[in-house]
C-alpha cells in the first residue's frame, strides 16, 4: 500500500468517526496506528528530501528552495545535505532576516560559488605576435611560441645530450651548471629500453649557449679544426707504435732481446726418511728441496 493510498484511508476512517458510526476497539486502535505511521512517513520524507520543501515566489518569479533544514556544519564549515547520500561541499553564510513576529531569525543561506578566480596570464608569441595561455614550448622548455606557429622539424627540432656535446663540444657543467640551466624533456631510449632515459633539448636554445660558450661560430669552427688535427696526430702516434711493435717481433735483428740464464739445480745427497719411506735431496746453490720415492 502507498504512502498517499494510507493517507486517504487515514482521512476516510477520521472523518466516519466525526459522523458518529459505532467503532469498535480494536478498529479505532488500528486506525491510530494508521495515523502514527502516516505521520513518521510524513516527517522522513521531509528530511530525506529537503529540497522538495519549495517555498513561494519570490519578486523574480522564480521558486526559491528552503534549505534551513537541510544545512549541516562540520568543523566550521556549512555544508548542504543533498539528500541522496553525499554533502555538497559548497561553503555557505547565513543571512539573518526578520520574521513576521520581528524576531531575528536566520533566512535562507546563500550558496557561494566555490570557484576560486585565477588570473590567466597570457604570453605573446615571438613568430606571429599573437598571445596565447598555454604552449607547448613554452611549458617545457620556456621557449615563448604558441603550438600554431611551432616546426617540429627545423626551426624547434629537439636534440640529444650526446649529440649537443659532440656537435657544439659542450661539456655538463654548460648543461646543468651554467644560468640559466637548459630545459629538457625526458624520452625512453628508442634503441634499448634497458639503457637511460634520453634528454632532449631544444635545439635553439642549445646553439644559444654555444654561442656564449664559444663566443661566435667562427671560433666554434676552429675548436673543430683543431681538436680534428689532435685527432689525426694521436691516431698517426697509435699507427707508428703499432708498426714498430710489429717490426719487432718479425726482424729480432733490429732490437736487443734481453735473456736470462736459467738456473740448473744441482742436488746433494740423498736422505732417507724412514718413517715415511721416502727419499730427500736439496740444491747445493738455491734452498730447494726435492722429496721423492724409489721404486
Given at each position: 500500500?502507498?504512502?498517499?493510498?494510507?493517507?486517504?484511508?487515514?482521512?476516510?476512517?477520521?472523518?466516519?468517526?466525526?459522523?458518529?458510526?459505532?467503532?469498535?476497539?480494536?478498529?479505532?486502535?488500528?486506525?491510530?496506528?494508521?495515523?502514527?505511521?502516516?505521520?513518521?512517513?510524513?516527517?522522513?520524507?521531509?528530511?530525506?528530501?529537503?529540497?522538495?520543501?519549495?517555498?513561494?515566489?519570490?519578486?523574480?518569479?522564480?521558486?526559491?528552495?528552503?534549505?534551513?533544514?537541510?544545512?549541516?556544519?562540520?568543523?566550521?564549515?556549512?555544508?548542504?545535505?543533498?539528500?541522496?547520500?553525499f554533502l555538497l561541499e559548497q561553503p555557505?553564510?547565513?543571512?539573518?532576516?526578520?520574521?513576521?513576529?520581528?524576531?531575528?531569525?536566520?533566512?535562507?543561506?546563500?550558496?557561494?560559488?566555490?570557484?576560486?578566480?585565477?588570473?590567466?596570464?597570457?604570453?605573446?608569441?615571438l613568430d606571429c605576435g599573437d598571445q596565447?595561455?598555454?604552449?607547448?614550448?613554452?611549458?617545457?622548455?620556456?621557449?615563448?611560441?604558441?603550438?600554431?606557429?611551432?616546426?617540429?622539424?627545423?626551426?624547434?627540432?629537439?636534440?640529444?645530450?650526446?649529440?649537443?656535446?659532440?656537435?657544439?663540444?659542450?661539456?655538463?657543467?654548460?648543461?646543468?651548471?651554467?644560468?640559466?640551466?637548459?630545459?629538457?624533456?625526458?624520452?625512453?631510449?628508442?634503441?634499448?629500453?634497458?639503457?637511460?632515459?634520453?634528454?632532449?633539448?631544444?635545439?635553439?636554445?642549445?646553439?644559444?649557449?654555444?654561442?656564449?660558450?664559444?663566443?661566435?661560430?667562427?671560433?666554434?669552427?676552429?675548436?673543430?679544426?683543431?681538436?680534428?688535427?689532435?685527432?689525426?696526430?694521436?691516431?698517426?702516434?697509435?699507427?707508428?707504435?703499432?708498426?714498430?711493435?710489429?717490426?719487432?717481433?718479425?726482424?729480432?735483428?733490429?732490437?736487443?732481446?734481453?735473456?736470462?740464464?736459467?738456473?740448473?739445480?744441482?742436488?746433494?745427497?740423498?736422505?732417507?726418511?724412514?718413517?715415511?719411506?721416502?727419499?730427500?735431496?736439496?740444491?747445493?746453490?738455491?734452498?730447494y728441496t726435492e722429496t721423492y720415492e724409489?721404486?
Open positions: 500500500m502507498s504512502d498517499e493510498t494510507k493517507t486517504e484511508t487515514v482521512a476516510t476512517a477520521g472523518a466516519t468517526v466525526a459522523s458518529g458510526s459505532k467503532l469498535t476497539n480494536a478498529q479505532k486502535a488500528r486506525i491510530e496506528r494508521n495515523q502514527a505511521k502516516a505521520q513518521k512517513l510524513r516527517e522522513a520524507k521531509l528530511v530525506s528530501h529537503p529540497y522538495k520543501n519549495i517555498t513561494n515566489k519570490g519578486n523574480s518569479g522564480e521558486e526559491q528552495i528552503g534549505q534551513a533544514n537541510a544545512i549541516i556544519k562540520v568543523q566550521g564549515t556549512k555544508y548542504i545535505d543533498s539528500g541522496g547520500g555557505v553564510l547565513p543571512i539573518t532576516g526578520k520574521t513576521a513576529n520581528g524576531d531575528a531569525a536566520e533566512a535562507t543561506a546563500a550558496i557561494l560559488d566555490d570557484a576560486i578566480a585565477i588570473p590567466v596570464v597570457y604570453e605573446e608569441c596565447y595561455a598555454d604552449s607547448y614550448l613554452f611549458n617545457n622548455f620556456g621557449h615563448s611560441v604558441c603550438d600554431k606557429c611551432r616546426d617540429t622539424e627545423e626551426r624547434h627540432s629537439l636534440i640529444t645530450r650526446t649529440e649537443a656535446k659532440a656537435e657544439y663540444l659542450l661539456k655538463d657543467c654548460d648543461f646543468d651548471k651554467r644560468e640559466p640551466k637548459l630545459r629538457y624533456i625526458s624520452r625512453k631510449n628508442p634503441h634499448n629500453v634497458r639503457w637511460g632515459e634520453m634528454k632532449l633539448y631544444l635545439h635553439l636554445q642549445v646553439l644559444k649557449r654555444a654561442m656564449e660558450v664559444w663566443g661566435s661560430e667562427e671560433e666554434l669552427t676552429r675548436q673543430h679544426e683543431l681538436r680534428e688535427d689532435k685527432r689525426e696526430v694521436g691516431k698517426a702516434r697509435k699507427y707508428n707504435k703499432q708498426m714498430k711493435e710489429l717490426r719487432m717481433e718479425v726482424r729480432s735483428s733490429l732490437f736487443t732481446k734481453k735473456t736470462s740464464v736459467v738456473h740448473q739445480h744441482e742436488f746433494g745427497e740423498d736422505t732417507y726418511n724412514e718413517e715415511e719411506d721416502n727419499y730427500t735431496h736439496s740444491c747445493l746453490s738455491c734452498p724409489k721404486m
